[in-house]
C-alpha cells in the first residue's frame, strides 16, 4: 500500500497549479506586481524549509557521531546550493539532504516562469491564452530532465486551466479541452496513472471546492510541514524500530507510531 504514496506527488502539482493562477488573478497580478508575488512565495515556502534543512543536517551529523554512518556527504557548498534550490544543477556533485526537497525545486521554477507566462492570458485574448497552451504541453517534449519544471508543465496545466475556468477566465469548452490535451501529454509521457491522478483531481475539487471539513482542514494546514518532516521524523523512527519489531502485527503499529510523532511534530 505504501508503494502508492509517491502518487501523491502529481496531484501535488496539480494542486499547485490551481493555487498560484487563482492567487495572481484575483490580486490582477501585472508585472510591476512580481517583485510583491515573489516575496510572499518566499516568505510561505522558506522559513519551514530552512527549519527542516537544519533538521536534516542535523540527522545527518548524529548519524555519523553515533551510528559511523560515511554513506552521506554534506559540506558548506552543498548547503549553500539548498538555499537556492541549486542542487539540480550540481547532481553530478551533490545530492539533496532530503528527498523530498527535489519538488521545492519544480515548485520555485514553476513560481518564476508561471508569473511571466500568465501575462499572456491576463489581457483577456484568445491569441495569448493560446500561445501559453502551446508552451506549456510543448515543453515536456522538449526539455526531459525530470529534476527541472519543464518535464511536468502539463501536470500543473490541469490546474491551471481549472483556475482560469474557476475564475471565469475562460468557457466550459475550452477548460474541457485543454484539460484533456493535458492529460493526454501527461499520459503520453508518463503513464495512464498520472493522467488518472491528474483528472481525479481535478474532479474531486470542481466538486468539493466550496466544501469545508475540519480534520482534512487541519491536514491541509499541516501538509506543507508535514511533507518536508515526514522522511526525517518519521522514516527515522519507523528505520529504527524496524530493527527490533519483526512480527506482521506490529509493522502496521511502527508505521502508526512514526505517522503519529510525525503529525506531532
Keep these: 500500500?505504501?508503494?502508492?504514496?509517491?502518487?501523491?506527488?502529481?496531484?501535488?502539482?496539480?494542486?499547485?497549479?490551481?493555487?498560484?493562477?487563482?492567487?495572481?488573478?484575483?490580486?490582477?497580478?501585472?508585472?510591476?506586481?512580481?517583485?510583491?508575488?515573489?516575496?510572499?512565495?518566499?516568505?510561505?515556502?522558506?522559513?519551514?524549509?530552512?527549519?527542516a534543512l537544519a533538521l536534516s543536517i542535523a540527522i545527518i551529523l548524529l548519524r555519523k557521531q553515533f551510528l559511523n554512518d560515511t554513506t552521506t556527504q554534506i559540506s558548506i557548498k552543498q548547503i549553500a546550493l539548498h538555499l537556492g534550490y541549486l542542487i539540480p544543477f550540481f547532481l553530478n556533485e551533490f545530492r539533496w539532504l532530503n528527498e523530498v526537497f527535489w519538488t521545492l525545486a519544480i515548485e520555485f521554477q514553476y513560481y518564476l516562469i508561471i508569473s511571466l507566462l500568465i501575462l499572456l492570458v491576463i489581457n483577456g485574448k484568445l491569441i495569448?491564452?493560446?500561445?501559453?497552451?502551446?508552451?506549456?504541453?510543448?515543453?515536456?517534449?522538449?526539455?526531459?530532465?525530470?529534476?527541472?519544471?519543464?518535464?511536468?508543465?502539463?501536470?500543473?496545466?490541469?490546474?491551471?486551466?481549472?483556475?482560469?475556468?474557476?475564475?471565469?477566465?475562460i468557457k466550459t469548452i475550452e477548460f474541457v479541452l485543454v484539460l484533456l490535451?493535458?492529460?493526454?501529454?501527461?499520459?503520453?509521457?508518463?503513464?495512464?496513472?498520472?493522467?488518472?491522478?491528474?483528472?481525479?483531481?481535478?474532479?474531486?475539487?470542481?466538486?468539493?471546492?466550496?466544501?469545508?471539513?475540519?480534520?482534512?482542514?487541519?491536514?491541509?494546514?499541516i501538509s506543507y510541514s508535514l511533507y518536508l518532516i515526514h522522511?526525517?521524523?518519521?522514516?527515522?523512527?519507523?528505520?529504527?524500530?524496524?530493527?527490533?519489531?519483526f512480527l506482521s502485527w506490529q509493522k502496521p503499529l511502527v508505521i502508526s507510531l512514526g505517522l503519529a510523532v510525525t503529525i506531532v511534530s
Design 231 to 245: 522522511p526525517l521524523i518519521g522514516a527515522s523512527i519507523i528505520n529504527v524500530l524496524s530493527h527490533h519489531f
Design 1 to 51: 500500500l505504501a508503494y502508492y504514496g509517491q502518487f501523491g506527488v502529481p496531484p501535488f502539482f496539480v494542486i499547485s497549479g490551481i493555487v498560484i493562477p487563482l492567487s495572481l488573478l484575483r490580486s490582477n497580478y501585472t508585472f510591476n506586481k512580481w517583485p510583491k508575488f515573489f516575496m510572499k512565495r518566499v516568505i510561505r515556502i522558506e522559513p519551514p524549509y530552512l527549519v
Design 128 to 169: 495569448g491564452r493560446l500561445i501559453f497552451y502551446l508552451i506549456m504541453l510543448a515543453m515536456p517534449f522538449y526539455f526531459t530532465d525530470t529534476n527541472f519544471f519543464p518535464p511536468y508543465s502539463a501536470l500543473f496545466l490541469t490546474g491551471i486551466c481549472w483556475s482560469f475556468y474557476f475564475e471565469k477566465k
Design 181 to 221: 490535451a493535458a492529460c493526454s501529454v501527461v499520459y503520453f509521457k508518463y503513464s495512464h496513472l498520472e493522467a488518472v491522478l491528474a483528472l481525479v483531481a481535478i474532479v474531486i475539487v470542481q466538486l468539493l471546492n466550496a466544501k469545508s471539513n475540519k480534520i482534512l482542514d487541519f491536514f491541509g494546514n
